[in-house]
């Protein structure tokens, strides 16, 4: 149980994070959360969050790179969950080396914080993108890791960091790999938003590979994962999938998408938005029986009702969406 132990969130003001975040104080964690500094104090989406909730976490402002920051941020901890990256692929394409450092260093360095002050638990994040394209499916945690873009390079090398503190000093760390996590505040870097934003303020869909397939699940069921695997002893030193076993092309997503809005608007494929041909990820499906066997963890979100939900929110948020810019 996580119930009054002090927890440590890195990446906390991202997607992910955050939900992670408002879910560890719900089950009575205290949450101390690592977040990038930036002039304007903004601290991501936690800002979206009431002000109650906000009142209850302890903030904590760094960069992943600096190792006495992450030492300061992580010492005292009953366990550290690190999500903090850089994670947009576009972005990873313009500046590789400012992804390799927070991604890589930044895990080498939080690895090296729980080890030194012997944090009794680490869950790490990979993501499936460490995968690449799918040589077979169901895609289990022993699929070949294929490096198809510097963001998904960077995450195999700060999985394996992971691993290798494992096997050299018995890190007590759990690698969970989700697959494509959506759900409400989720940005437009991602397709989900994009195609919601879209069809509820244009007048056409526009998108990149409407062929590849992905895998969703949402971020509550995602949120759920990690604690799970805080509270897994036979998950130390193990990868796990956090998937829904089910896979979606993303012309089908943004059909349905307008079928629970009650739109039917044209959809485009823009160039600019399809990745270089050989680093495209052409289909990603999960098999997350590892999940349920080591975790006890299943997702309980169809993606109907998690897509219903995350419209939902939209339609109340929308100044929080851009319509016609293309985030990366």
């Avoid at 190792?67 to 500046?95: E, F, N, T, W």
């Avoid at 289909?283 to 997350?288: E, G, Q």
Wanted: with cysteine; aromatic share 8%.
């Amino acid at each position: 149980m996580v119930r009054g132990t002090r927890v440590l969130v890195t990446g906390a003001g991202g997607f992910i994070g955050s939900h992670l975040t408002q879910h560890l104080l719900a089950e009575g964690a205290n949450v101390r959360v690592f977040i990038r500094y930036n002039s304007a104090n903004s601290h991501g989406f936690l800002d979206t969050l009431p002000t109650y909730i906000q009142k209850e976490i302890e903030i904590i402002k760094g960069d992943l790179r600096d190792p006495y920051a992450v030492y300061r941020a992580v010492k005292g901890m009953d366990a550290v969950y690190h999500l903090g990256a850089l994670i947009a692929i576009p972005y990873s394409y313009q500046h590789p080396a400012d992804v390799v450092q927070t991604n890589v260093v930044g895990s080498l360095n939080v690895a090296q914080a729980v080890l030194e002050l012997g944090v009794p638990r680490l869950v790490h994040t990979s993501t499936s993108e460490v995968y690449g394209t799918a040589r077979y499916v169901p895609m289990d945690e022993k699929h070949p890791l294929q490096g198809q873009s510097p963001y998904s390079a960077s995450k195999i090398g700060a999985d394996k960091i992971m691993e290798s503190f494992y096997c050299s000093y018995n890190l007590p760390v759990v690698t969970v790999r989700p697959f494509n996590a959506y759900g409400p505040r989720q940005s437009m870097r991602a397709v989900i938003p994009t195609i919601i934003n879209q069809a509820l303020h244009r007048d056409e869909i526009v998108l990149g590979s409407l062929a590849t397939t992905r895998d969703f699940t949402f971020v509550e069921d995602t949120a759920r994962a990690f604690r799970c695997a805080a509270e897994s002893d036979a998950a130390i030193g193990q990868v796990v999938n956090a998937g829904s076993s089910a896979e979606i092309s993303i012309g089908a997503l943004a059909d349905k998408v307008q079928r629970i809005i009650g739109t039917a608007l044209p959809v485009r494929v823009a160039t600019e938005r399809l990745r270089p041909e050989k680093s495209e990820v052409d289909r990603l499906f999960s098999d997350s029986g590892k999940a349920a066997a080591v975790l006890g963890w299943k997702p309980e979100i169809s993606l109907e009702e998690g897509l219903t939900r995350t419209i939902e929110w939209m339609r109340r948020h929308p100044e929080l969406y851009r319509p016609n810019e293309y985030v990366v």
